[in-house]
């Protein structure tokens, strides 16, 4: 008779580790990018709670920046206040575990309304301020810069923000995603709910 329940057991527990497939999405931004802070505001932020056990957000804010020196300094489309921008948002996401605070981080510190200077928001993250003021000055922040650099030149960047899905990035994709996130995310996986 055990052996009977055997096969049953078996197959719920299969059943209850089968885990919904996710699309990863990788979002490259830049700290006082107004295109980059609309997106967030106008396609992130009020889409997330109904997306977010469909996606794993991937931040890198670089966007067409660049090292110079091999990290000795950056150069930023918008200017050195960018520069430090991303070097703070780098460290914070670094420091925080999960998608969850690292999208509530980002939308609060990607708005017209925020402090440009980037601390206000990273205080609000519950992040431990004295290991984001040595990251940010120190070797780890220019590290993660230059990593951030070397995924951004993965991708042909001409526009910020741009997008990767499941670490391929499709210019035509790329433009919806900017334009209506949720219809992108339909087009890379019809089986998220609400995709008809």
Not at 157 to 168: E, G, I, M, R, Y
């Amino acid at each position: 008779m055990f052996l009977r329940f055997v096969p049953i057991l078996v197959l719920a527990l299969v059943a209850a580790t089968v885990v919904e497939a996710r699309v990863k999405v990788t979002v490259f931004y830049e700290h006082l990018c107004p295109d980059s802070i609309r997106w967030i505001s106008n396609q992130l932020a009020p889409n997330y709670n109904a997306l977010r056990n469909h996606i794993d957000l991937e931040f890198i804010p670089f966007g067409k920046a660049r090292s110079i020196n091999g990290g000795q300094s950056f150069e930023c489309q918008h200017g050195p206040l960018e520069c430090e921008g991303n070097r703070i948002q780098s460290c914070v996401l670094n420091q925080l575990p999960d998608q969850d605070r690292q999208v509530s981080y980002v939308t609060c510190q990607m708005s017209f309304d925020a402090d440009p200077r980037g601390w206000e928001c990273t205080f609000r993250s519950g992040v431990d301020l004295v290991a984001t003021q040595n990251c940010v000055e120190g070797v780890q922040g220019v590290q993660l810069q230059l990593e951030a650099e070397r995924r951004t030149q993965q991708i042909p960047l001409t526009f910020v923000p741009s997008f990767a899905f499941n670490d391929q990035f499709d210019q035509e994709l790329n433009q919806l995603a900017f334009q209506d996130f949720p219809a992108a995310l339909c087009r890379v996986d019809s089986s998220i709910a609400g995709c008809q």
